[in-house]
């Protein structure tokens, strides 16, 4: 088996905040989650301010901008309110992602061939600020092709219908949905794109797309939230490590 440089695993607490909010007080604590999880091995924190702050509030992105030994990914709609917030913080990557108030969860990806112009103007002073700009998109090649013409650094692969139709034992459209997730990874390599995977990952699924080479990060959230109820935050990050590293070929690296 070929070793392939160690994937970054970047840790979503936007659902311990779901957890806090459905009581209304303080706890959890996501920062309490997020540097529970830089000591078990996560290489970055993301967090979604969604507008309507269903989950992760201003002050969370505040107490984690303070707090964090390791990079913080913030993901936002492009709106003029998430720009001025990641100006203000200017963290080390922000993760462009389309919302839709209604939706249970993220559904899609940006369509960055309709909002080229758009997303051209809204990338360029995050960028100038210092902050890697990432893009959350589907696998097809024209918003590959869009995201490079805007000018992100990043692409992050939504691997949301993937994991659906493996949860529902559709074998052949999980294959195909891979597959494309397979060639959509190589594509935006070539055209000079960082490229990162993630959305309702799991030990299964996260095993089946660390393996593409041109994959350097995932991130993963909903589903290690879930898992830590069962077995602590700490342990489902450190499994998630040792399966991610495993299926890279790096067993010797893993952790036991
Ligand atoms: C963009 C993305 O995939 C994550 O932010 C994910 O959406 C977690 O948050 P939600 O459950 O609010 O979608
Ligand atoms: N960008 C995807 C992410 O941060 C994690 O998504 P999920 O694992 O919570 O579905």
Redesign the pocket.
């Known amino acids: 088996m070929m070793v392939l440089e160690q994937l970054r695993l970047g840790i ?1 607490i ?2 311990v905040a ?1 957890i806090r909010n459905a009581r209304g007080g303080t706890l959890p604590e996501p920062l309490r989650a997020a540097l529970l999880a830089e000591v078990a091995g996560a290489d970055g924190i ?3 301010l ?1 507008e309507d702050r ?2 992760i509030r201003d002050a969370d992105i505040e107490a984690l901008v303070a707090g964090l030994s390791v990079p913080l990914n913030f ?1 936002c709609a492009a709106t003029p309110e998430m720009q001025a917030i990641a100006l203000r913080h200017k963290p080390h990557a922000v ?1 462009l ?1 389309p919302e839709k108030r209604e ?4 559904e899609g990806g940006l369509d960055v061939v309709k909002d080229e112009a758009h997303l051209a103007k809204f990338i360029a002073p995050l960028r100038d600020a210092g902050c890697r700009v990432s893009l ?1 998109i589907g696998h097809e090649a024209a918003q590959i092709e869009a995201s490079a013409r805007v000018g992100a650094a990043v692409v ?1 692969l ?1 691997t ?1 219908h993937y994991c659906d139709m493996v949860a529902e034992g559709a074998e052949a459209e999980a294959a195909a949905e891979l597959a494309a997730l397979r060639l959509g990874a190589t594509h935006a390599h070539s055209l000079g794109l960082e490229v990162h995977m ?3 990952l799991d030990f299964e699924t996260a095993a089946k797309v660390a393996v593409f080479p041109e994959v350097v990060e995932l ?1 993963i ?2 589903f290690l939230i879930g898992e830590a109820i069962f077995r602590g935050l700490g342990p489902a990050i450190e499994e998630m490590r040792r399966r991610i590293d495993l299926a890279r070929g790096g067993a010797d690296r893993a952790v036991s």
Request: net charge negative; glycine share 14%.
């Open positions: 979503n936007d659902h779901t993301t967090a979604h969604r269903r989950h993901e993760c992602v939706e249970r969860t993220t959350f992050e939504h949301g993630g959305h309702g991130n959230g909903h």
